[in-house]
């Protein structure tokens, strides 16, 4: 879904970045392991962003569409389901790239290494229905 596209939908009270950017808030309010978040539309310009200031939004944006789109293509090719998310570990962070809105766009989490996994995969999916409801998939 593009920003345009978006901007249509804005019908609510506030803008639909607006709304996403208070999901993407709360999301942070819920898991303290969350260093920041953005969501992007399936062409990876952002929607919506809660990633600290010295982070490129433009690129973890277009870098996690693209992570989306090449995990999706990996599995197709292996003939498995759809994934929904991508994951990351290293040794301090955890970066999660999950699809939202039948694939029109994406949410990006980066977390501290010692985030509770289960939780964050509970909030991360509860964010993401938010964020679809916002944009009517």
Do not use: H, W
């Not at 607006?18 to 990876?44: E, F, H, W």
């Amino acid at each position: 879904m593009s920003i345009q596209q978006t901007e249509r939908i804005a019908g609510r009270v506030g803008s639909v970045a607006d709304m996403l950017q208070a999901v993407l808030l709360d999301l942070r309010r819920r898991v303290p392991y969350v260093r920041g978040s953005a969501i992007a539309d399936r062409s990876g310009l952002p929607i919506a962003s809660d990633l600290p200031p010295k982070v490129n939004v433009m690129m973890v944006a277009a870098m996690s569409a693209l992570a989306m789109q090449s995990c999706s293509n990996v599995v197709a090719n292996l003939g498995l389901e759809p994934a929904d998310r991508v994951m990351t570990e290293s040794k301090d962070s955890v970066v999660v790239v999950r699809s939202i809105a039948k694939g029109t766009a994406s949410l990006f989490a980066m977390m501290s290494g010692d985030v509770d996994r289960d939780l964050a995969a509970k909030e991360l999916d509860q964010a993401a229905r938010e964020a679809e409801e916002i944009l009517g998939a």
